[in-house]
């Protein structure tokens, strides 16, 4: 069993940058893709970004060049650094993790946090 842990969401105003973190317990979190996804009210759950073991990154249309998905293996962390916020980001951002090739499939990711609310006022 693998517990996530998101942490970093907050209210911010349009144009900023936040900082989301994920926590995981595992001792195989090298091991594993990173995948954050996010899901607004009323909406279906979406993809944002994968970062795979190996550091090879993948970001959906909407967040390319805003947003940036690292890893600390070390601290067993993931981060979704997220810089010139649109009040369009607003939801609730979760990580979750994956194995094999990277993939923006919700299906795909195996454990996944309790979320974190990201909102951002015009």
């Not at 550091?55 to 601290?75: L, W």
């Not at 010139?84 to 990277?102: F, H, I, M, N, Q």
């Amino acid at each position: 069993q693998v517990q996530l842990v998101e942490s970093g969401g907050g209210l911010v105003q349009a144009g900023g940058s936040l900082r989301l973190s994920c926590a995981a317990s595992t001792p195989f979190f090298s091991t594993y893709n990173m995948g954050w996804f996010r899901q607004a009210p009323g909406k279906e759950r979406e993809f944002v970004a994968v970062i795979k073991w190996s550091g090879a990154k993948s970001y959906a249309d909407s967040v390319k060049g805003r947003f940036t998905v690292s890893r600390n293996n070390a601290m067993n962390t993931a981060y979704l650094q997220m810089s010139c916020l649109k009040p369009e980001d607003t939801a609730v951002y979760y990580c979750a993790t994956s194995s094999g090739r990277l993939t923006n499939v919700a299906t795909a990711y195996g454990y996944w946090g309790q979320g974190t609310q990201v909102t951002v006022s015009s």
